[in-house]
């Protein structure tokens, strides 16, 4: 069984980097055809997929957040990161990090294995 953890601040100030981790167990972030997502719920309002990266290391972006949103990975510590530069209030939410496998398709009834979530508030 897949298990996702979510780690980082909980609380990050205007206009600067968030950073969160996801670390993977019972599982290998390279095995063929499996795609890890970054999603995130703004307060009040649906989930949003944010981008994901790939067991090949291809990276795929929402268009709306592209300009801002980088993905990355380190696999010796099974691990993979988000960044969200110039955060605003607007970016509070909670994170979670999914995965799926098969298919780049990002419909979130689709994800196999979610992690718990973890709340950031962009505050000053």
């Known amino acids: 069984q897949v298990q996702l953890q979510e780690s980082g601040p909980g609380l990050v100030k205007p206009s600067q980097t968030l950073s969160l981790t996801c670390t993977v167990s019972?599982?290998?972030?390279?095995?063929?055809?499996?795609?890890w997502s970054w999603i995130r719920q703004p307060p009040g309002k649906g989930l949003e997929w944010m981008g994901a990266i790939a067991y090949s290391g291809t990276t795929y972006y929402s268009p709306s957040l592209k300009s801002r949103t980088s993905i990355s990975r380190d696999t010796s510590k099974n691990q993979f990161t988000l960044q969200l530069s110039s955060v605003t209030p607007e970016d509070t939410a909670v994170y979670y990090c999914?995965?799926?496998?098969?298919?780049?398709?990002?419909?979130?009834?689709?994800?196999?294995?979610w992690g718990q979530g973890t709340q950031v508030t962009v505050s000053s």
């Open positions: 019972g599982g290998s972030i390279t095995t063929n055809y499996y795609y």
């Open positions: 999914a995965t799926r496998r098969g298919l780049p398709n990002w419909n979130l009834n689709e994800f196999d294995y």
